[in-house]
């Protein structure tokens, strides 16, 4: 997903170029801490008190030059507008979060306006046209009969929480002006291994292999994740 995102990134500004970016609901701020390595000026906008800590705690360890390219601000994503200028930022990020918020595309629609012209939108998203696929490789069938003819699934947390649609957020998109660039799949081959799993010896084949079916239909349509990328015009 990262090599995804600074592929888009690479597309669209020049190497070495200072972007500044938004991330809303950075949590723990590992997306965040690692565009502000690569240069960036970056901002994590989170709710959560306890991730504000954690993000605050891992940045204090960050040379001077890193911590002094990151702010973090504790404010709900809903609220860009007030905290912040439209238009002032070329990328804004939005990953694993959608899901928690009930009307998405006034949240879309504000983190749109943040974005400078030509600038990048990348949600990362809880695919609904799959949500079958989970409990139905893991041979849970009524779970899998059950995951059809909805958007609404039960998280890892144990939290009942929403999925988006491919075809929904591209016409969402489209309407808020960051029509959608490119799209991936995430978590194809490995959404059933458990967090805790090992890493395994041959991770880097595994990653390959993610890496390409989240590329290449029809595997990137049934991914657990779904990462969209929108471009402002
Ligand atoms: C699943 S975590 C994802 C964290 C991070 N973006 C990542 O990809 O690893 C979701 C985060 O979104 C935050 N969040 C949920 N709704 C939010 C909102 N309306 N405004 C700001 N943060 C929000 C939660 O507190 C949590 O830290």
């Known amino acids: 997903m990262a090599r995804q995102l600074d592929e888009q990134i690479a597309g669209r500004y020049p190497v070495g170029q200072r972007l500044r970016v938004l991330d809303v609901g950075m949590g723990q701020g590992t997306q965040a801490l690692r565009l502000a390595r690569l240069g960036h000026q970056v901002t994590g906008l989170e709710q959560d008190a306890t991730m504000i800590a954690a993000a605050r705690e891992a940045l204090s360890g960050e040379p001077e030059g890193i911590r002094d390219r990151m702010r973090i601000i504790e404010g709900d994503g809903r609220d860009t507008g007030v905290h912040f200028l439209p238009g002032s930022f070329d990328v804004v990020l939005c990953h694993g979060v959608l899901m928690y ?27 609904a046209d799959a949500l079958a696929m989970r409990p139905g490789v893991s041979g849970d069938w009524q779970g899998a009969l059950g995951a059809f003819d909805t958007v609404s699934y039960r998280n890892r947390l144990g939290l009942d929480v929403r999925a988006d649609r491919l075809a929904t957020l591209t016409d969402a998109l489209a309407g808020i002006g960051a029509p ?51 471009v402002r015009g």
Not at 113 to 123: C, D, E, I, K, Q
Request: proline fraction near 6%.
């Open 101 to 127: 918020v009930e009307e998405p595309d006034a949240l879309l629609a504000g983190l749109a306006r943040m974005l400078a012209p030509g600038g990048l939108l990348s949600l990362l998203v809880r695919n």
């Open 180 to 230: 959608l660039q490119a799209w991936y799949g995430v978590r194809v081959f490995t959404d059933t291994a458990p967090d805790t799993a090992e890493i395994p010896d041959d991770v880097e084949d595994l990653l390959a292999a993610e890496e390409r079916a989240g590329r290449t239909d029809p595997y990137r349509q049934v991914a657990a994740l779904l990462h969209l990328c929108g």
